[in-house]
């Protein structure tokens, strides 16, 4: 399949209640992907959607292939997956081949498919990603199992040839249900070390935040194994060469190219977790950039504080320029296209880690449940009055407008990118395609706008629809985005 340029990521419990229940489900997303294909986008993402005791919000998958009841069932599937194609839009599901549910089936029925070890206690000094020891006790046979991630996610062991035989199961019945590709889940993680041997200590390499604990070593045994090329293209294998393919790899982008052996697309968590300066950001996008388009674009998503948290309010307009004027293929996270912001979250938490806060519900229209529910919502709403989608659509000078204007341009721009040197500090700027120009201040205080711009005739300015100028200075948060005539 030709690759998307812009995918719209769905977090189902949080999208659209279709029957009162107060979380979201799959009837209520194929309701509501007149929106998403309103935006301008090509694809959907479905955060996961399989049954699920919810010890990581979805990504303890108990049955790859069926449907969690709470969003309704394989017929609803299919039915969305008919709805996104009459409007055009591919389908991803994410798919999360590293570890199951401790109560997936497999567990107890397969016990050859997990890594165990085979001392009374941990195997080595593997740390979870969420904090504490990798191994637990399984309590039913007393041997230890390993987790990347919590002790309800026992990782698969992809080194026994039937666990890439079952996945390659999964992905292809769902291929057979329609769908068009897969995000794949922390697919760093699926090939370890054979000799499963400890991990050195850390030596300040990384590039990418990591919890405490987990920084603490260096992940040399625990993660991207060499062979881990032979995994992937057991998926590619399975998804087939016309399936679209993202990885979440959570390494610096010089270690993506055995990934993208296989995959379409990998995640730039570079340009994700770069400080919101100049200097930063055109760091990690040309470190990006050695992969020519290769290298997906994102700025959130599920597991980390919104865009005004990490950017600034005042810089989310900037963001969404930068982002919608990359090239190649860009992410947005659903509800930054009205610049939803952290919530309180929940107590006690749904989610142990803390992310609660970034999957509160969509706000589609100003009433007190925003449009999402009729019923009592599973996380409450953070502020519908003030932001959401019906208000946004009427204002064309709302961030709901810029984004689909720029994802509308974004199909203009070609594919060169190069940026401009002696900006002033702060901002950032580049040539984009033969003829466009794309300039942001990330600083905090007004700056000239760069020289190339000046007589250049305006596309779109962040903050005026209407303006018909290039400003002779950019205000913190504001861009433009010209064409030189
Ligand atoms: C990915 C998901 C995250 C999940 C983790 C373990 O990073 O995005 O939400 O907790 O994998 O499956």
Known sequence: MSAPRLVYQVYPRSFQDSNGDGEGDLAGIARRLDHVAALGADAVWLSPIYPSPLADGGYDVADHTAVDPRFGTLADA???????????????????????????????????????????????????????????????SGRWYLHSFHPEQPDLDWRNPDVPRAMAGVLRRWRERGVDGFRLDAIDRLMKDPELRDDPPADGRVGLPLGEDDASLEH???????????????????????????????LPSDRLRP????????????????????????????????????????????????????????????????????????????GDEIGMVDGPGSNPPHDRQGRDAHRHPMQWDGSPTGGFTTGTPWLPLVDPAERNVAAQERDPRSLLALYRDLIGLRRELGEEMAFLDATAPGVLACRRGADHLVALNLGDRLAATPEPLAGAELVRATAEPDATAVPAALEPGQGVLARRR
Do not use: M
Not at 222 to 250: K, M, N
Not at 263 to 287: K, M, N, Q, S, Y
């Open 78 to 140: 299919d039915a969305l997956v008919a709805r996104a194609h009459d409007l055009g839009l591919k389908v991803l599901l994410d798919v999360v081949p590293c570890h199951t549910s401790i109560e997936h089936r497999w567990f107890r029925q397969h016990p050859d498919w997990y890594v165990w070890s085979d001392r009374d206690g941990p195997q080595n000094n593997w740390r979870s990603t969420f904090g504490g020891p990798a191994w637990s006790r399984d309590p039913v």
């Open 220 to 250: 040399v045994h625990s993660v991207d194994a060499p062979d881990i090329g032979d995994a992937l293209a057991v998926l590619r294998d399975a998804a087939g060469d016309d399936a679209f393919l993202v990885g979440e790899v959570f």
């Open 259 to 334: 990934y993208l052996e296989h995959l379409d697309v990998c995640f730039g968590f570079e340009l994700f977790h770069a400080p919101w300066t100049a200097e930063a950001v055109r760091a990690a996008i040309e470190g990006s950039l050695v992969h020519g388009e290769r290298v997906a674009w994102v700025l959130s998503n599920h597991d980390f504080p919104r865009l005004p948290a990490r950017v600034g309010a005042a810089h989310v307009r900037a963001a969404a320029l930068l982002l919608l004027t990359l090239p190649g293929v860009a992410f947005v996270f659903q």
